[in-house]
């Protein structure tokens, strides 16, 4: 999918190999490397997805530089909900560093705390959370040629936690009632659904359409730890129009913040 974050001017002390990008139409700035793995669309999508309110607690699995993290923060706080804090867990120990230079520059009050650690051994003391995001590597190993870049590899391909143990993981730290949203490959959906739907419920699926008739390559899956719901598929949602633009729907999540109504 196309990248949606926008190059902005050098910022000071700006890692060397960094851009400083805007994404939410500049309510968020990030620090990203500037070659390898960068945050696209995905990280605006799965943000709107989680359905957050005043006081809750957030994790964000796999979070890369944060941008899916500041990006739920920008839209809590642009509807009042000072309170909402997000943990970021992360391997990468570059993507680390730039994930708490993200926090210090929007987040004097500790909204975003970054925690060093990998999904299939956690560290200890993380506690349960209201929301549990994540994007996790689109890729089992034996379907992937790794990108050279470490950090992009990591990123799009499973490593030391295959999708069972990740999804597993994101449960494990799941409040009863609380609830766990995915963006990830659509052509995994049935495994992905067979996955989740042997511990949640109140399973939707919203398929993410390139455009009006063309199939969808990524979805948005949402589901409940102790709903009594099915699984539910929503019709796709078209991102862009015929000239390459996005779409008024795809928009009001990508520039105007606002939330992606799954109910």
């Known amino acids: 999918m196309s990248q949606t974050s926008e190059p902005g001017t050098t910022a000071p002390g700006q890692p060397a190999d960094s851009s400083d990008d805007a994404m939410l139409d500049g309510r968020v700035r990030l620090l990203q490397p500037a070659r390898g793995y960068r945050a696209a669309i995905d ?24 941008a899916a993290s500041l990006c739920l923060l920008a839209r809590a706080a642009s509807a009042g909900l000072s ?6 867990l992360e391997v990468h120990d570059d993507f680390l560093a730039l ?19 990998d999904v299939a051994a956690p560290p200890p003391g993380l506690g349960l959370f209201d929301h549990v995001m994540s994007n996790p590597p689109y890729l089992p190993a034996d379907r992937a040629d790794p990108s050279p870049d470490r950090g992009k590899a990591l990123a799009t ?7 069972a ?22 052509d995994r959906q049935a495994e992905i659904v067979a996955l989740v739907q042997s511990r949640l419920s109140d399973v939707t699926v919203l398929p993410l359409l390139p455009r009006v008739g063309v199939p969808a390559k990524r ?6 730890r102790g709903g009594v719901g099915g699984l539910r598929v929503l019709p796709g949602l078209a991102l862009h129009r015929l000239d390459g633009g996005y779409t008024e729907s795809a928009n009001a999540i990508l520039r105007d913040a606002q939330a992606l109504d799954l109910d």
């Open 219 to 224: 979805l948005i899956l949402r589901a409940r």
């Open 157 to 163: 391909v499973e490593s030391t936690a295959d999708l």
């Open 99 to 117: 994930a708490r230079r993200n926090a210090l520059r929007v987040s004097a009050h500790g909204r975003f705390e970054v925690v060093a650690g």
């Open 83 to 88: 309170d909402v804090r997000v943990v970021g």
């Open 43 to 66: 990280a605006v999508l799965l943000a709107a997805t989680v359905p957050v309110c005043a006081g809750e607690h957030i994790l964000d699995v796999g979070c890369g530089v944060g």
């Open 165 to 186: 143990t990740w999804l597993g993981f994101c449960v494990d730290v799941l409040r009863p009632g609380g609830t766990l949203s995915l963006v990830h490959r659509a």
